[in-house]
């Protein structure tokens, strides 16, 4: 099958560039870079035998390949992930993280900027710390900051509309400048500080203050120094939990890799002033690149997105591609982050924690898989399904009185949700409350035929009793898919009538499954349920929210529906809108003076 290949190869460019392998379907199944194509491709096909995984499994699948030419190596760098983000080939290391960690964003572009929770980072100026590996995390650092230092806590709405100082500056945790007129250079110092303890900076945050605190009692200015003072105990007392890792104090991150069979799991050690700030792992479940592979794909994919770089990386495996990957961050991020293998000395004792730390988490990973595993086994055979429900797709509706009637769907892959796959839908049906109906509509749009945009799932099911339970087998049965996966429906306990647990209709069986002693099943497939529920839920709750700014702009003069979209666009809602300036509601695309001045005008008869 590589004949035609191997004939190909000889028109191949000697030059930089990109290559693309291809299936029997013309499908990209891999893409990769080199500084001599010909030479590269030729390594895949004539050689006779692969020493890594990937390449031997690959070699299986390839039926054409195809190259682009690039001037340098490093135009091929960037083309190649422009590539494999566009087509996100099968055989590529993909760095997926479904999480968006929290990050600290200090809006430096303000006068007087405070500290928000963020979970999307942008190019808008200002400052970001992070990520923090929870919610938790990075509300403790919030409060710690609120403790020790006096930034303002309101958002920009009501700093802007604020007309007494709040309860925070009362009890001196806030400067007030909302309210009292605060010296933007008193301001700005203190930002520095905050900066500077962010940053992991505590050791030469604490020396600076006790300079000021020694300058300050110097010039009799007692009460100040008494101030400074009790600054540096609370961030001595922040540093002692803190864990130093390194002594040189420098920034950086460490990298480790562990395996188990065919799952990988990446751990990043977020190393700043010599402090351990935090980590980050990165699962893989079909993992057979090896580990320079998986190296070179995370230090692209990981620091592309990343605001800012440390000065090292260093890693557990050595990467031919680290001066070319070093310079082309140093181009696109404006920093330089130098890459290192450690062979020796202190820098291999952080290779060797990282990779501890990422063998403790796969180790983790794997028990819970395992656990899970044999919970859906028990799940199959207590409501006797053909096949393992890998994939549980549930179904609920929500609407009021009939009003703004949605759905919501949830999927849950080896017993964990997969929030890649959720989907909402707005029902086309006007047929006031009727949840069979609305059931029906949701059924039909989620598997009407050609529609392959997600699998076919192992096991449905669908909030209600028996009747919405027909409803859907109905469907199924029109669509030519009863039969194909197993359906059943969940039923809140009806207390009335002495009943203790929510039921589990199936399709052939007049009563509710009897769970017996296993009620961790019901709890797993009521934590489904619920999980549908509050997606259904908040989705209607948008489109409520929605119908009610539109129905409000509608009604003003000069706001039609391309000016409403790009003013919700964005401000977000009514609030964002009513705390913008004059200035920012003409910065708008396609507003005017009159129209903006109207919608001032309005808003403030609506507040």
Same mark, same amino acid.
Request: positive net charge; proline residues 5%; charged residues 30%.
């Given at each position: 099958?590589?004949?035609?290949?191997?004939?190909? &190869?000889?028109?191949?460019? @000697?030059? %930089?560039?990109?290559? =693309?392998?291809?299936?029997?379907?013309?499908?990209? !199944?891999?893409?990769g870079k080199a500084l001599n194509l010909r030479s590269r491709l030729s390594s895949y096909f004539i050689k006779r035998h692969h020493e890594d995984l990937k390449t031997a499994v690959l070699l299986e699948h390839i039926r054409d390949f195809e190259t682009i030419v690039t001037a340098t190596e490093q135009e091929a760098l960037i083309?190649?992930?422009?590539?494999?983000?566009?087509?996100?080939?099968?055989?590529?290391?993909? &760095?997926?993280?479904?999480? @968006?960690? %929290?990050?600290?964003? =200090?809006?430096?572009?303000?006068?007087?900027?405070? !500290?928000?929770?963020v979970r999307r980072i942008v190019r808008d100026g200002a400052l970001y710390f992070g990520p923090y590996?929870?919610?938790?995390?990075?509300?403790?650092?919030?409060?710690?900051?609120?403790?020790?230092?006096?930034?303002?806590?309101?958002?920009?709405?009501?700093?802007?509309?604020?007309?007494?100082?709040?309860?925070?500056?009362?009890?001196?945790?806030?400067?007030?400048?909302?309210?009292v007129q605060v010296s933007?250079?008193?301001?700005?110092?203190?930002?520095?500080?905050?900066?500077?303890?962010?940053?992991?900076?505590?050791?030469?945050?604490?020396?600076?203050?006790?300079?000021?605190?020694?300058?300050?009692?110097?010039?009799?200015?007692?009460?100040?120094?008494a101030v400074l003072r009790d600054k540096v105990r609370s961030l001595r007392h922040i540093a002692e939990k803190q864990v130093v890792v390194s002594p040189d104090l420098k920034d950086r991150d460490v990298l480790g890799i562990a395996r188990s069979g065919e799952r990988c799991t990446l751990t990043l050690l977020i190393i700043r002033g010599g402090y351990l700030m935090g980590q980050r792992h990165f699962d893989f479940k079909n993992c057979i690149a090896p580990d320079d592979e998986m190296a070179t794909a995370f230090i692209r994919q990981y620091y592309e997105k990343e605001p800012s770089l440390p000065e090292e990386l260093l890693l557990p495996t050595a990467v031919a591609d680290a001066p070319l990957l070093a310079q082309w961050l140093k181009e696109s991020k404006g920093g330089r982050l130098r890459i290192l293998f450690p062979r020796r000395g202190e820098k291999t004792r952080l290779v060797a924690l990282a990779e501890q730390n990422a063998e403790n988490h796969l180790k983790e990973l794997v028990a819970a898989g395992n656990a899970e595993r044999r919970l859906l086994e028990r799940l199959q055979r207590r409501l006797k399904l053909d096949s393992l429900p890998m994939r549980i797709e549930c179904f609920d509706n929500s609407h009021i009185q009939g009003a703004n009637p949605v759905s919501g769907m949830v999927v849950f892959e080896e017993g964990k949700p997969k929030k890649s796959d959720y989907r909402t839908y707005?029902?086309?049906?006007?047929?006031?409350?009727?949840?069979?109906?609305?059931?029906?509509?949701?059924?039909?749009?989620?598997?009407?035929p050609g529609n392959r945009e997600m699998?076919?799932?192992?096991?449905?099911?669908?909030?209600?009793?028996?009747?919405?339970?027909?409803i859907a087998r109905k469907v199924l049965a029109s669509l030519g898919l009863e039969g194909q996966f197993a359906l059943v429906a969940i039923a809140k306990k009806d207390e009335r009538r002495g009943e203790t647990r929510d039921k589990i209709f199936l399709r052939d069986r007049a009563n509710p499954v009897n769970f017996g002693d296993a009620e961790d099943l019901l709890l797993f497939l009521q934590r489904i349920r619920?999980?549908?529920?509050?997606?259904?839920?908040?989705?209607?709750?948008?489109?409520?929210?929605?119908?009610?700014?539109?129905?409000?702009?509608?009604?003003?003069?000069?706001?039609?529906?391309?000016?409403?979209?790009?003013?919700?666009?964005?401000?977000?809602?009514?609030?964002?809108?009513?705390?913008?300036?004059?200035a920012e509601l003409l910065s708008v695309s396609g507003m005017t003076r009159p129209a903006a001045e109207a919608l001032k005008r309005a808003l403030v008869d609506i507040s």
């Amino acid at each position: 099958m590589l004949e035609p290949l191997k004939e190909k &190869l000889s028109r191949v460019s @000697r030059g %930089p560039g990109v290559y =693309l392998m291809k299936d029997a379907a013309d499908r990209i !199944l891999y893409v990769g870079k080199a500084l001599n194509l010909r030479s590269r491709l030729s390594s895949y096909f004539i050689k006779r035998h692969h020493e890594d995984l990937k390449t031997a499994v690959l070699l299986e699948h390839i039926r054409d390949f195809e190259t682009i030419v690039t001037a340098t190596e490093q135009e091929a760098l960037i083309l190649e992930s422009t590539l494999i983000k566009q087509h996100q080939p099968r055989y590529n290391v993909i &760095l997926r993280d479904d999480k @968006r960690y %929290p990050v600290l964003r =200090l809006d430096t572009t303000s006068p007087y900027p405070n !500290l928000t929770i963020v979970r999307r980072i942008v190019r808008d100026g200002a400052l970001y710390f992070g990520p923090y590996p929870s919610a938790k995390a990075v509300r403790q650092t919030l409060q710690l900051i609120n403790k020790t230092f006096q930034l303002r806590k309101c958002r920009k709405g009501k700093f802007q509309h604020r007309s007494r100082p709040c309860l925070h500056c009362q009890m001196g945790q806030c400067l007030g400048p909302c309210c009292v007129q605060v010296s933007p250079e008193v301001y700005e110092e203190m930002v520095r500080e905050v900066v500077l303890f962010l940053s992991g900076r505590t050791t030469d945050l604490i020396r600076k203050i006790e300079a000021d605190m020694v300058a300050a009692a110097a010039e009799q200015e007692f009460e100040r120094a008494a101030v400074l003072r009790d600054k540096v105990r609370s961030l001595r007392h922040i540093a002692e939990k803190q864990v130093v890792v390194s002594p040189d104090l420098k920034d950086r991150d460490v990298l480790g890799i562990a395996r188990s069979g065919e799952r990988c799991t990446l751990t990043l050690l977020i190393i700043r002033g010599g402090y351990l700030m935090g980590q980050r792992h990165f699962d893989f479940k079909n993992c057979i690149a090896p580990d320079d592979e998986m190296a070179t794909a995370f230090i692209r994919q990981y620091y592309e997105k990343e605001p800012s770089l440390p000065e090292e990386l260093l890693l557990p495996t050595a990467v031919a591609d680290a001066p070319l990957l070093a310079q082309w961050l140093k181009e696109s991020k404006g920093g330089r982050l130098r890459i290192l293998f450690p062979r020796r000395g202190e820098k291999t004792r952080l290779v060797a924690l990282a990779e501890q730390n990422a063998e403790n988490h796969l180790k983790e990973l794997v028990a819970a898989g395992n656990a899970e595993r044999r919970l859906l086994e028990r799940l199959q055979r207590r409501l006797k399904l053909d096949s393992l429900p890998m994939r549980i797709e549930c179904f609920d509706n929500s609407h009021i009185q009939g009003a703004n009637p949605v759905s919501g769907m949830v999927v849950f892959e080896e017993g964990k949700p997969k929030k890649s796959d959720y989907r909402t839908y707005k029902m086309r049906l006007d047929s006031g409350p009727d949840d069979y109906a609305l059931m029906a509509e949701v059924m039909g749009r989620r598997f009407k035929p050609g529609n392959r945009e997600m699998p076919i799932p192992d096991l449905v099911m669908v909030d209600g009793g028996r009747g919405q339970l027909q409803i859907a087998r109905k469907v199924l049965a029109s669509l030519g898919l009863e039969g194909q996966f197993a359906l059943v429906a969940i039923a809140k306990k009806d207390e009335r009538r002495g009943e203790t647990r929510d039921k589990i209709f199936l399709r052939d069986r007049a009563n509710p499954v009897n769970f017996g002693d296993a009620e961790d099943l019901l709890l797993f497939l009521q934590r489904i349920r619920d999980e549908a529920h509050r997606f259904a839920i908040g989705f209607h709750r948008r489109q409520r929210r929605a119908a009610a700014i539109g129905s409000v702009l509608d009604s003003i003069p000069g706001i039609g529906e391309r000016r409403k979209r790009a003013l919700l666009k964005r401000f977000g809602g009514l609030e964002g809108i009513r705390a913008a300036s004059m200035a920012e509601l003409l910065s708008v695309s396609g507003m005017t003076r009159p129209a903006a001045e109207a919608l001032k005008r309005a808003l403030v008869d609506i507040s």
